[in-house]
Nanobody
Framework: QLVESGGGSVETGGSLRLSCTAS??????????LAWFRQAPGHEREGLAS???????TYAERVQGRFFISLDNDKSTLFLQMNDLKPEDAAMYYC????????????????????WGQGTQVTVS
């Protein structure tokens, strides 16, 4: 089960760190991919960042250099460090898991992920 936390309200330019429990996948499967997505009202759900079981990360261009995905040392918790937040970053943020490692070009697409959390809301004013 994926459970996100850490969302909230922040001012423009501020930072937040989102967390997602991931041990149900990282401690069970030898190969997996974890990712963060977001969805704002009236918009499609978009992939932001992913990390594979080998530690390879991928970022969407719009968050490259501002957002950072990581796992803790125990690989139990997935994080998304978000810096220099902008009003357009406001959305519901979801973590997702896949028990495969998709092709590089697919890691920020919804299709490979069949496990999703309930989301955590981020507001930027």
């Amino acid at each position: 089960q994926l459970v996100e936390s850490g969302g909230g309200s922040v001012e423009t330019g501020g930072s937040l760190r989102l967390s997602c429990t991931a041990s149900g996948y990282t401690h069970v499967y030898t190969k997996y991919t974890l990712a963060w997505f977001r969805q704002a009202p009236g918009h499609e759900r978009e992939g932001l960042a992913s990390v594979t079981s080998a530690g390879v990360t991928t970022y969407a261009e719009r968050v490259q250099g501002r957002f950072f995905i990581s796992l803790d040392n125990d690989k139990s918790t997935l994080f998304l460090q978000m810096n220099d937040l902008k009003p357009e970053d406001a959305a519901m943020y979801y973590c997702a898991a896949s028990v495969i490692v998709p092709q590089l070009g697919s890691r920020l697409m919804r299709r490979p992920y069949n496990h999703w959390g309930q989301g955590t809301q981020v507001t930027v004013s």
